[in-house]
Each structure stands twice: as C-alpha cells, then as structure tokens.
C-alpha cells in the first residue's frame, strides 16, 4: 500500500549548521503534510505544517519545502542546536473522505547534533 | 496551548492482567487517537474516536479494546497482557475548532511506557 517513508533513518550535524531531513510519500491524494519533532522520552511535538496548494512554508528557524511533482517533502533548521537533536516524523493526511482525520506517518529520521 | 496528558508514563504490569491506559485533553477536541510506538514500525493506529462513545479500528486493533465515555477522555484497554504489547503507547487528539491550527494536526500526550513481563 501507499506509506508516507524517509530516506534516511540517522543524520548527523554540527552545531551551526543547516539540517535538512526528506521524506518521500506515494499518496497522491494527500494534500496536508506535518513535520513532528519528538525528543527522548517524551510524545511528538508539532513543528510545522503545510498544504499541498503551497511549495514552501516557513517558521521560526525551520523550513518545510513540498514538492509535489517528486512527491517529496523536506525540513530544513536553519543553525542547528543542540536542543534540535530528537527524531523528526513526516505527516500525510488525505483530507477527504472516509478517515480524513487519520495520519499516515513516516518512520522518523533520528538528528544528532555534534557540539 | 494544548494540553493531552496521559495517567502513566511507565507502566509494569504481569502476562494476563488487565491494563487500563488513560488518556485527558482539556481542548474540547473531538477526535482522539490511540497508537503504539516501537522501534524500526513507528507510530501505528491502534484505535480512534470520533465523539463520545464512538469507536473505530486502527490498523492494529487486535488484542485492545477502548472507550469514550466522556469528550475529554479516550481509554485503551488491554484485556489480557501479552509480552507483545511491550511498547510505547501514545495518546493524541486534533480538531480545535475555531481558531488555532488546522483541524487535522494531531496534538500528542508524553506517552506511556509499558513494560509486560
């Protein structure tokens, strides 16, 4: 079946530097994408969103680019901190129809930040 | 903000026994969700709810059952532990209504930590 997936499972960076974190997804009827963060111990936090009739959304030091062509998503932080290091979830939802409400999530993509 | 809290975050409990995990959010949310977290499977539905007393099969419902009893609160019940349900669970929940964010972001709990022996 269709999945929301991720190319890489470990991404290491140093502190300062740009991360950028990709997912792949096969859905193409997905027209809502979130990026989750959740740090160690703890339940996925929200971090940004974005709609499929946008390509580029930007918050506060994150980016999410959505190429929907390639149907791939990105996150990008800009400055990488060490508090950035946690597990990063991709996000897809339909929108329509039966189970609208329900998430499809990607595996997650683990980010460590080298001091 | 949004508040999901869940009763436990770790949890033992013996092969067999009857386990309740609680879940609260105080945003009037009418969707809540429960999943199961575990290494290299990420996050998978175990079951969800659309309104009180309204239930519906994840993609891993076997071997749980929920409730709804009240808006605020979604139950999942494990009516007999098995070392397979060794695991994370997370509770989450989404549709804010008027204002605040996208009605289909999920706003998860700390999580509980289940250990079966």
């Known amino acids: 079946g269709e999945s929301v997936g991720l190319h890489l499972p470990t991404l290491s960076v140093q502190e300062g530097d740009n991360s950028i974190i990709n997912c792949a997804y096969s859905?193409?009827?997905?027209?809502?994408f979130i990026w989750y963060k959740q740090e160690s111990g703890k339940g996925p936090q929200f971090i940004i969103d974005?709609?499929?009739?946008?390509d580029k959304r930007q918050g506060q030091r994150v980016t999410v680019l959505l190429n929907k062509t390639v149907k791939h998503l990105s996150l990008q932080i800009a400055a990488t901190q060490p508090g950035d290091s946690a597990v990063y979830f991709c996000?897809?939802?339909?929108?329509?129809?039966?189970?609208?409400?329900?998430?499809?999530f990607g595996k997650g993509t683990k980010l460590s930040v080298i001091p | 903000d949004v508040k999901v809290t869940q009763s436990s975050r770790y949890l033992v409990k013996r092969t067999g026994e009857k386990v309740f995990l609680e879940c609260v959010q105080d945003?009037?949310?009418?969707?809540m969700f429960w999943y199961r977290q575990d290494p290299g499977l990420g996050l998978r539905l175990i079951y969800f709810?659309?309104?009180?007393?309204?239930?519906e099969k994840g993609d891993i419902p076997e071997g749980y059952s929920v409730s709804r009893e009240k808006k605020e609160r979604f139950s999942l019940i494990l009516e007999s532990a098995s070392t397979n349900q060794t695991s994370m669970y997370l509770c989450?929940?989404?549709?804010?209504?008027?204002?605040?964010?996208?009605?289909?972001?999920?706003?998860f709990g700390p999580g509980t930590r289940l250990l079966v022996l």
């Open positions: 989450a929940s989404s549709f804010p209504g008027t204002g605040g964010r996208q009605r289909e972001t999920q706003y």
């Open positions: 996000a897809e939802n339909i929108g329509s129809g039966a189970g609208s409400y329900q998430l499809t």
């Open positions: 859905n193409s009827a997905s027209d809502y």
């Open positions: 709810s659309y309104d009180v007393k309204m239930k």
């Open positions: 945003m009037d949310h009418e969707n």
């Open positions: 974005i709609r499929s009739n946008m």
